[in-house]
């Protein structure tokens, strides 16, 4: 048993069924131990679709997704998808391949100081020193990415603890012993070291997951909270990714937050946690809808650029924040209540200590509300534009979708107008990069969607600029039989910052792309491609497109839109 079997048995020993990959010689030994022991090894274009999709494993089965990467650059191509897991508390496992311990500093093939690289994107970090250690440090690998708040971990592997003791000796020249004193001393001394390596390789016993603790609210704060709910005639309550870091309880919150009677606003991967149509669940005027709260309770939600740092809330609004994070607790505002913990047991404790108390004028307020965006949103898509009017396009996408769709978003001003018209229909069915407003999220994200729940409809949503960063992977989604969908909004543009560089800068270079033929693109992997340029092909080609994907085939629909003013001033700083 060598190194890579080693770590092969403890990722399996913590319950973990795929590993994404862009193979080096720095990490071939753990790919042949996964493969070997059963766990599908899914090999990318590029490592940083290889994080993505470890991120999106994470995010929906709640075990830390494991993404194995070749030294040097195979693990600098990953730094921007592990910021964007760090940001989006997306517990995962990144191992990178090392060079040999021995040959560390003495120029080396893609030989880099690697952990002083992961120092500020990763929550933990190790670099093994000897056999013994494999398991033992992934083990701690494994319980720091969901300790506290979760979030990626760094562990590094030096290439000559992954291979049999017996080519490693051999690499080490350790087969013959020269017969000069120098030759015999460096012989001894290149022995030792291997023989440290080695020394106890195969007593270390794999272990099953730790538990991780959580730190449960303190019954002052819930009481607080329910005195100040049971006073409110106005309260809110903003939901976040944060409040579904447990895949197993979603169903229990929605329950909670049904309970409650507070009207509430999703956002991240909190989208779809009470299905489509829920009576409590608002979409539009939110900015409107905290201006005449009196009560305003943040689940997981920080007050960052998404809330104008607070500024959305009135200062005489009363805040009750639960949050794991105490940095995310206090950012910008501090809170009234302030509740460091998890924001989803938070929810099921306040539900328990309060009494439903009747907030069916404040509700109703709400919902007309809503209902006037939802028909100037329709009335609004069935305006003409060149080609097919975005909104449109957005609301045959929605008629689509099943109730075992999820919806994938990587783009800037489709994907954010989609945001507001595409529905998720059940929990954990909306994945969108987070607070970092990654681009390129889209084949990674779909690629573990689609391997986590392969009886899901998954539906991946691109700006035409964001497509070009993981239009390559339709060869991965086409080698591992992976059927998924994906619908390019392409207005051949980064509209979203022209919009504004136009008006404020009147000059628009560096925004302008081309109606270029993905779908064609996408053929040349082996995927069914298909184009749209007229309003009355939408249905039908995404009927043939669902009925490709039932096939087994993955699809790309280029679908040329044109722009409106929906989304005017949107821009997030």
């Keep these: 048993m060598h190194g890579g079997d080693l770590v092969a048995q403890a990722l399996q020993a913590h319950g973990v069924r795929f590993v994404f990959t862009l193979t080096g010689g720095h990490i071939a030994p753990v790919l042949v131990g996964c493969h070997q022991r059963g766990i599908r090894v899914i090999d990318t274009r590029h490592e940083a679709t ?84 494999l398991i033992p440090t992934l083990e701690e690998a494994f319980f720091r990415a969901r300790d506290g708040v979760p979030g990626p971990v760094f562990v590094e592997l030096p290439i000559d603890l992954l291979y049999d003791e017996q080519v490693v000796r ?60 049971a006073t ?8 976040g990714s944060q409040a579904v870091l447990d895949p197993a309880s979603v169903d229990a919150l929605a329950r909670a937050i049904t309970a409650t009677g507070i009207p509430v606003y999703l956002s991240g991967m909190a989208r779809g946690l009470l299905g489509a149509n829920h009576p409590l669940q608002m979409r539009h005027r939110r900015r409107e809808a905290l201006r005449e709260a009196d009560l305003v309770i943040l689940a997981g939600v920080p007050c960052d650029f998404r809330l104008d740092y607070g500024n959305h809330i009135p200062r005489h609004t009363r805040i009750i924040a639960a949050n794991r994070s105490r940095t995310d607790l206090m950012l910008n505002r501090r809170p009234q209540i302030a509740v460091l913990g998890d924001p989803a047991h938070f929810i099921h404790r306040l539900s328990n200590a309060t009494s439903n108390h009747n907030l069916e004028r404040w509700q109703e307020t709400l919902r007309q509300r809503d209902a006037g965006r939802e028909a100037e949103i329709i009335r609004l898509s069935n305006q003409q534009t060149a080609y097919v009017n975005p909104l449109y396009l957005c609301r045959m996408i929605n008629d689509a979708l099943t109730d075992n769709s999820i919806i994938v978003a990587d783009g800037g001003d489709f994907v954010a107008t989609a945001s507001y018209i595409v529905r998720p229909r059940r929990p954990l069915s909306w994945l969108d990069p987070g607070p970092f407003g990654t681009l390129g999220v889209g084949a990674g994200f779909a690629l573990g969607a689609k391997l986590c729940r392969p009886d899901a409809d998954v539906w991946l949503l691109y700006g035409d600029g964001s497509v070009g960063y993981s239009i390559a992977e339709f060869d991965t989604f086409t080698r591992h039989n992976i059927p998924v ?15 504004e560089q136009v008006e404020l800068l009147h000059d628009d270079v560096a925004t302008r792309l081309a109606h270029s033929d993905y779908d064609q693109v996408a053929a040349g992997f082996g995927a069914v491609g298909r184009r749209i ?17 039932a096939r087994g085939k993955p699809v790309l629909v280029n679908v040329l839109i044109g722009t409106t003013d929906f989304r005017k001033g949107s821009l997030s700083m």
């Design 50 to 133: 290889a994080v993505f999709a470890a991120d999106a494993v994470a995010r929906l089965t709640g075990i830390p997704g494991v993404a194995v990467v070749t030294a040097g650059p195979g693990v600098t191509n990953t730094i921007t998808a592990i910021k964007n897991a760090q940001m989006a508390q997306s517990p995962l496992v990144l191992i990178g391949g090392a060079t040999a311990t021995a040959l560390r500093g003495r120029g080396a093939l893609q030989d880099i100081d690697q952990m002083t690289l992961m120092k500020s994107l990763t929550k933990w970090r190790r670099s093994v020193r000897r056999v013994r250690d």
């Design 170 to 229: 051999q690499w080490y020249g350790l087969k013959r012993i020269g017969r000069s004193p120098a030759q015999w001393a460096a012989w001894v001394s290149r022995s030792v070291w291997v023989h440290h390596l080695f020394a106890g390789a195969q007593q270390q016993a794999v272990v099953k997951p730790r538990p991780v603790p959580q730190r449960e609210p303190d019954q002052r704060d819930i009481h607080a909270a329910s005195l100040a709910l």
């Design 232 to 239: 409110a005639e106005r309260p809110l309550l903003l939901a």
């Design 485 to 499: 969908i994906a619908v390019v909004g392409n207005d051949a543009g980064w509209t979203q910052i022209a919009r």
């Design 533 to 549: 340029d007229d309003p009355e092909l939408v249905e039908e080609t995404l009927q043939q497109a669902q009925q490709s994907v």
